[in-house]
């Protein structure tokens, strides 16, 4: 099996994020990455900005002040010398895994020090540092899990299979997600908001090894989303609001928007 880790960063403790007790909160974030996308073939190694799709999402994740170890999880040769090439640290992991949490899991219990494990998808380039900070901070203090969304108004976004929404609870604990439209709106309520998913996992350790022992239910199967797995088997997740919507990269009109907005001033 291959592997490239290098040594624990350690940074001053003015960068670090602290939680409510005054403790020092920090992560291992893991990039699921593989290589077998459908509707976007090998999309983590798409290059036309200079840079691949994958390494996008590592610099962002490295910007978190939580960040103290970045991998990425990948089952693919490609991906591994695609991720060396930019000196990240890079993981071989089971292609037997059936979602990207499973690989994180399998990284996770080779670095037994961390307690707060993040799980970042691949194709989330534009995604905000500071939402991994309190995603990190939610997790120190919470249940075992917690993901985030982002409130939507576009109806085109909102009925496209492709984007996940959730509905929560008064408490911020989410009741459901799925690729329909959801709640759908029976009698129309100014109030009313949509929640689109966005594809970052937060766990407590002992939520994750739990996670990923359990059986795949029929909810996971039929709407396709791994996240529902817990909700089937009564774990609870916490849901974060970020302040707005990128939608991930699953085609190639996707990535041509994230190109654009490189170009319009982006990072």
Aim: net charge neutral.
């Amino acid at each position: 099996m291959k592997i490239r880790v290098s040594a624990v960063r350690v940074r001053p403790c003015p960068f670090f994020v602290w939680n409510r007790l005054g403790r020092c909160v920090v992560a291992l974030i893991v990039i699921p990455a593989r290589l077998a996308s459908t509707r976007l073939p090998k999309k983590v190694l798409l290059k036309e900005s200079g840079k691949f799709l994958v390494q996008h999402t590592w610099e962002r994740a490295r910007r978190a002040r939580c960040a103290e170890r970045v991998i990425i999880a990948t089952d693919s040769e490609d991906v591994f010398d695609a991720a060396r090439s930019f000196n990240a640290d890079v993981l071989m992991t089971d292609p037997a895994h059936t979602c990207g949490t499973e690989r994180v899991a399998e990284v996770a219990r080779k670095f037994p020090q961390f307690q707060t494990i993040i799980n970042l998808q691949a194709d989330e380039p534009e995604v905000e540092p500071q939402l991994l900070d309190t995603i990190a901070e939610e997790v120190e203090r919470g249940e075992g899990i917690v993901t985030a969304a982002a409130a939507v108004v576009d109806p085109a976004v909102l009925t496209d299979p492709a984007t996940v929404k959730v509905v929560c609870d008064k408490n911020s604990y989410a009741l459901y997600f799925s690729r329909s439209e959801i709640p759908y709106e029976r009698h129309y309520y100014e109030e009313t908001v949509f929640l689109c998913h966005i594809g970052i996992y937060g766990f407590r350790r002992d939520a994750l090894l739990k996670f990923v022992e359990l059986e795949r239910g029929n909810l996971e199967r039929v709407e396709g989303l791994e996240q529902l797995r817990a909700l089937e088997n009564g774990m609870r997740i916490e849901v974060v609001r970020a302040p707005r919507y990128r939608r991930s990269i699953d085609t190639e009109e996707d990535y041509r928007a994230f190109l654009r907005r490189l170009r319009e001033g982006g990072d």
